[in-house]
């Protein structure tokens, strides 16, 4: 008899709260969303301690399948090796039903865990993405730019004369097709990457930063590259050091 494969179900975090309560966490992951995570016992998580606090947010109005400690959770990041998917995926051809979970937010968008979903499909493993919160998406509606096209580049160079050469192609793209672009910065180095931006976009370009979205410290504020720069000459720079950020240009 052939066992049939289980389901690989895309399990959407919170956006880095740790400390919320079960009516708070309610109003960012869905119910049944919830009802069918603490149903299953085995998951592949980017970071195995955040998913243990996110499974204990979980328990507080839905009982976990198994105690904490009993429930198997492996890692899948950056540092994961192309060879070990086999293993991770192994439990799911044998029927059993896993969740995939991102640090933060929804799995396999700027997350490695899209090589697992990849070698899911190659094999007959049914996905289901559940709803969630993307930073991504929340900050391309908050922010007031070009909602019909848009694209995530991920982070940019560390290197100042690399990060300004990147700005300005990625602010010249945007001109061009009149696209939103995106990107994501190391939060300690928020600070440094609000003034390369203010520095190198042309006075008119929109930059919006988005921070903590949708934890009670959110901000969401979208300038032109000419008012950034005023606020941070006069020392009034966003509150964002070490709180995750998504930053967005659009070229006038």
Not at 118 to 139: N, Y
Request: net charge neutral.
């Amino acid at each position: 008899m052939t066992t049939l494969p289980g389901t690989l179900y895309l399990i959407p975090n919170t956006l880095g709260a740790s400390d919320l309560g079960a009516d708070a966490l309610a109003h960012i992951i869905p119910e049944q969303v919830q009802a069918i995570t603490s149903g299953l016992d085995y998951f592949v998580a980017e970071n195995a301690k955040t998913a243990r606090a996110f499974l204990k947010l979980i328990a507080l109005r839905h009982p976990l399948a198994k105690p904490l400690q009993e429930i198997t959770i492996a890692e899948l990041n950056v540092n994961t090796p192309a060879q070990a998917l086999a293993a991770l995926l192994a439990p799911l051809l044998a029927g059993k039903n896993a969740g995939l979970v991102s640090e933060a937010g929804v799995p396999a968008v700027a997350d490695p865990g899209a090589d697992l979903v990849r070698l899911a499909h190659q094999h007959g493993v049914a996905v289901r993405p559940l709803v969630g919160p993307s930073s991504l998406l929340l900050a391309v509606m908050a922010s007031g730019l070009n909602g019909q096209s848009f694209a995530f580049n991920g982070y940019l160079p560390t290197d100042a004369a690399l990060r300004a050469k990147r700005i300005k192609d990625l602010e010249q793209r945007s001109r061009a097709e009149k696209q939103t672009q995106l990107f994501i910065e190391t939060p300690y180095r928020n600070a440094a990457m609000l003034e390369a931006l203010s520095a190198n976009c042309q006075g008119g370009t929109l930059i919006c930063v988005a921070t903590d979205l949708s934890l009670p410290s959110e901000s969401i504020k979208t300038l032109s590259g000419a008012q950034w720069k005023s606020l941070l000459g006069a020392g009034k720079g966003p509150d964002f050091h070490k709180k995750p950020t998504v930053f967005l240009l659009l070229a006038q």
